[in-house]
């Protein structure tokens, strides 16, 4: 328990809590449910801890996007199916990933990307060909298609590319978006890719849905992700597919965001803001840039949690960069002070993915935890998030809004 750890080691720098069965959970669920192949996306959280607790948990099959990210899988999860499905990689990174791991799926959203992968893999024969497509996502939390995707008045011509170079499986693949709360989007972008097909006269060996499935923040609770895979069925319904034609998903953050949360001491407090050891340039990034709300609690020095009395504060990372800084609302106890300890919620998915070492900062300790996560997409805590207050909640519903009734319904614990 993060209460033991307090008492007992008081630990000077952040630590980690990591709960491998919340990934073993997620990966389970998403195998029974997903009527397809799921594909982890490696960079939502590659701990060793994390891939070997997929494989365990029957995960086979991982989406990279870097020589690194392949020798990891190599590493922690031997003869597992890598698909390489970075836009665009080094010649370099293709041929090690083709020749030494064996990788034969690659996705690409130009000629010229596609010119590359044939070249760097000498003619092979043998290649699953991804095209990725630039889809329009609504309801996404962060949008990736303005970096990624071919244009659907340009997708044909390089669908048809693709179904001449090689005499394995071609496909479509997209991404909606991260942390989607719109479980439409995937039957929208579906229907997008569909018509791209049909314009350029070929069929798809590969459906590729992508990431974006979302887990539970303050002010996004979204809903069921069995709502996303219903949307995907219909999609896959309306295609203009061949029988045999594959369905891949290739989630991150759903399978991982649970799993982890993090443990910070109170170096500071000066009015409403507290001076952590951890900020943007740690596991934060999110809650810095994107200026989420991570849910928390409070840890006395002595080891005991306290919950009354609650207000809202600010935090600000241990670096010398003003950027470094959270703006929340994060609501704990009046009383906290420099010494304690805040377990920050929710933090598996692009938390210590995305630690830096600058200013000398970001070293984190991990330790393995029992107890639940704050919230859950899978029935081991909540499927609510002790919530923000409502400025912050009306704020953030403005902007991942859903179906009206549901938002305003939730329920405030505190
Ligand atoms: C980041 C990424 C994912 C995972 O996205 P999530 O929103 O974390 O599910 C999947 N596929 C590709 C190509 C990505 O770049």
Redesign the pocket.
């Known amino acids: 328990m993060p209460l033991d750890l307090v008492r007992e080691r008081s630990p000077e720098r952040p630590v980690a809590l990591v709960r491998p069965d919340a990934v073993s959970v997620a990966a389970r669920w998403f195998q029974s449910e997903f009527k397809g192949d799921v594909f982890y ?1 490696v ?2 959280n590659p701990s060793p801890w994390v891939i070997r607790e997929l494989a365990q948990a029957g995960v086979r099959s991982f ?1 990279v ?1 870097s020589l690194n990210e392949i020798e990891l899988v190599a590493q922690e999860a031997p003869g597992s199916r890598m698909a390489f ?1 970075h836009p665009v990689k080094s010649r370099k990174a293709i041929s090690a990933a083709y020749f030494d791991h064996g990788v034969k799926t690659f996705s690409f959203d130009t000629h010229e990307e596609l010119a590359k992968i044939l070249d760097a893999t000498g003619n092979a024969k043998d290649l699953n060909l991804i095209v990725r497509m630039g889809v329009q996502a609504e309801g996404a939390a962060y949008s ?1 298609s303005g970096k990624f995707g071919v244009e659907p008045h340009n997708a044909p011509a390089l669908l048809l590319a693709a179904r001449r170079a090689t005499q394995d499986l071609m496909g479509v693949s997209f ?1 909606v978006g ?2 989607c709360m719109r479980p439409t989007a995937y039957q929208a972008a579906m229907a997008q890719a569909s018509r791209a097909l049909v314009r350029a006269g070929v069929l798809a060996d590969v459906v590729d849905v ?4 979302p887990s539970i923040y303050p002010g996004m609770v979204p809903p069921d992700l069995s709502e996303y895979l219903a949307a995907i069925d219909r999609g896959f319904a309306e295609m203009m597919v061949h029988e045999t034609t594959e369905l891949w998903c ?5 399978l991982v965001a649970e799993a982890s949360s993090l443990l910070v001491k109170v170096e500071l407090k000066k009015g409403d803001a507290l001076y952590l050891n951890d900020g943007s340039y740690g596991s934060l990034f999110d809650a810095a840039h994107m200026k989420w709300p991570f849910p928390v609690k409070a840890y006395r020095k002595t080891g005991e949690m306290v919950e009354e009395g609650l207000k809202p504060f600010r935090f600000y990372g241990p670096t010398c960069d003003s950027v470094d800084h959270m703006p929340g609302p994060f609501y704990l106890p009046e009383s906290v002070d420099e010494g304690d300890y805040i377990e920050i919620g929710m933090l598996g ?1 692009y938390g210590v993915a995305m630690s830096t070492r600058f200013n000398g900062f970001g070293e984190t300790d991990t330790v393995e935890v029992q107890d639940a996560p704050m919230a859950s997409m899978y029935g081991l805590a909540k499927r609510s998030i002790p919530a923000v207050r409502q400025e912050n909640e009306e704020r953030k519903i403005v902007r991942f809004s859903r179906p009206k009734g549901a938002a305003g319904k939730r329920k405030r614990r505190r």
């Open positions: 996306a960079k939502a989406d996007a499905m990736l991404h991260s942390q992508g990431g974006g499935f290739e989630p991150g953050r759903a998915a």
